[in-house]
């Protein structure tokens, strides 16, 4: 997807307080978004909207590839979310901090296997941990 249409939807998601599902997932944002200018001047936009809309209740971001100081953003826009039931995180590289960040804030009541036992994948020497998370 490239910048201008990811910028977009960040711009028209910020304006919606209705919707109650949002699949985002294999979008690689990171990729997308290459320019840091970019991600630091639209993501808020993501996070305003996750905190605002009273009606989201499934948001599914698997294989986002979001850098990690935008994942940890992401996990404290979904902590703040009032009305988020279901969150798939599952395929996006995380590291340890992240993953005790995801904990502290969401308190997750289901985990993957893969980030209890993480040694099962790796991925070009780093730890692939995938998540889902139910809270």
């Not at 699949?23 to 996750?50: C, T, Y």
């Not at 948001?59 to 850098?67: A, E, G, K, R, Y």
């Not at 988020?84 to 005790?100: A, P």
Request: net charge positive.
């Amino acid at each position: 997807m490239p910048s201008s249409l990811l910028a977009a939807l960040f711009q028209a998601l910020e304006a919606n307080l209705s919707l109650q599902s949002l699949n985002l997932g294999w979008i690689q944002m990171g990729a997308a978004m290459s320019g840091e200018a970019l991600l630091e001047e639209n993501f808020p936009k993501f996070a305003n909207f996750l905190k605002e809309n009273q009606k989201l209740l499934h948001l599914n971001m698997t294989s986002v590839s979001l850098p990690e100081e935008y994942m940890q953003e992401l996990i404290s826009g979904i902590k703040r979310s009032p009305s988020l039931h279901c969150v798939h995180l599952c395929g996006n590289i995380m590291s340890d901090e992240t993953i005790e960040h995801l904990h502290r804030k969401l308190k997750p009541t289901f985990i993957n296997d893969m980030v209890k036992n993480p040694e099962r994948i790796k991925a070009k020497g780093r730890m692939v941990r995938k998540l889902q998370a139910t809270i």
